[in-house]
């Protein structure tokens, strides 16, 4: 399998993100949503990251419109909005699909991964979670209802963290 770290995407604000500069960092990749009952998971994404960002891992918000159109916004209403409600400091790239015949390469490798039933391909919905490690192979799945600091996601990253 391919390292996510290989993939290339623009940031939010349409400037090339370099995914191998994550390489050697734990990465949970998630895609957002503005507008979604579930994204009050802002909060939780963002208190991840400032609690593991200095042994080496980051939160990646990936925002997508394919769930409802529950993220509308351009780029700078999507940054806005993470900035003054949620206070986002993670990276957050360009708008795109997840699903699909315009599925982007980033998740043609993610969806390959099963979710701890077993099941891989589609994104549910808003706020699918990929924990990838240092290498950029993917080390977990965690579907949408799943809170960034439940007990499954933080012990995933602690045990994913360099020692």
């Not at 209403?77 to 997840?98: D, M, Q, R, S």
Request: proline share 7%.
């Amino acid at each position: 399998m391919s390292s996510v770290y290989e993939h290339t995407i623009n940031d939010l604000a349409g400037k090339p993100l370099d995914l191998a500069g994550l390489s050697g960092k734990v990465t949970l990749v998630v895609n957002v949503a503005s507008k979604c009952g579930l994204t009050p998971q802002y909060t939780g994404l963002e208190r991840l990251h400032e609690q593991y960002a200095g042994q080496g891992f980051t939160v990646l918000g990936v925002p997508c419109n394919q769930f409802g159109g529950q993220e509308p916004g351009t780029s700078e209403e999507i940054a806005e909005f993470c900035a003054v409600n949620y206070g986002v400091t993670f990276p957050l790239t360009e708008k795109i699909e997840v699903n699909g015949p315009e599925r982007h390469p980033l998740y043609q490798t993610l969806t390959a991964t099963p979710d701890a039933d077993g099941d891989a391909g589609d994104i549910q919905w808003n706020f699918e979670k990929f924990l990838v490690g240092a290498d950029g192979q993917v080390i977990a799945r965690f579907r949408p209802g799943t809170q960034p600091d439940s007990e499954e996601i933080t012990s995933a990253v602690k045990a994913a963290l360099p020692s």
